[in-house]
């Protein structure tokens, strides 16, 4: 007592000699007392998703394909003067059948990752899954192959193109001119990726007008060439003979079937000796250009 008296008088209060407090950054002075927070939110990266299931129709099947009827060729009607004989003519009709394909995941964990996490690591296992198909079934929807897969829009040959008028850029003309290719009665929207909106955003008219236009009233969307557009990450970037823009009625144009949901088992015995979980994912989806005629793409050529 006395040293730390004559400390105290000598160099003041709080002599770093005789200071015995508890602190946090040190785990002998009861560090080792306080905790971190943990927090249950789960940090993700934005998975890009085109989300064709807005534009498109959507319907329920519960067998492993669709068969749709269509018709090929309209009935034609005749001019004709009195007692002159009625050309016939009828329509010609055909059949499309569209496949509902199988999508699966898998995923596993250890018991004492269910055990003692601090989240739900079942939940975010769940989550990821969806996320994981709407991911799939979205980048078929635009470029599947048809092969265990919908058939995507980009890649069916009956659609028709449009030239941008240059052999590497996207131009005003041609995004006008793709416009111009559809016929009058449909209710389009452009669709392109985040790339191209840029690019376009860029583009004016004759006039020196932009062909973009902000939404000026609240729940006014923003428009393309006076036409709605919608984002889809899985369209090409603009480049010498790709596709970047499409420009149609995709309702009428292109068709999803979702067969059974998503459905998932949750197995505890097969990996039991090594004390492990797994989950098995499932669903059925297929999708198809349905009527050619409603959907007009732009293709980067001179």
Known sequence: EYKAGMKMILHGVGSPEEMKLLRTDNSADGGVLVHNEISNEMLKNIVEISPMRSLARVMQSSHKAVELSRRNVASIAYWIGERETVTKSTSTYGGLEIPVNKLMAQADATREM??????????????????AFALKEGAAFINGDGVKKPSGIMQNGDIGEYNSGNATLITSDGVIGLAGELKTGYSPVYIMNRKTVTAIRLLVDLDGQ?????????GTPNSLNGYSYVEMPDMADIGAGTFPLAFGDFRKGYRIVDGAGMTVIRDDVTQAGDDEVIWTFRRRVGGQVVLPEAIKKLKISA
Request: charged letters at 20%; hydrophobic letters at 35%; aromatic letters at 8%.
């Open 114 to 131: 269910l055990e003692d996490s601090s989240s739900s690591v079942e939940s975010d296992v769940m989550s990821d899954a969806g996320e």
């Open 210 to 218: 932009y062909l973009w236009q902000a939404g000026m009233t609240g």
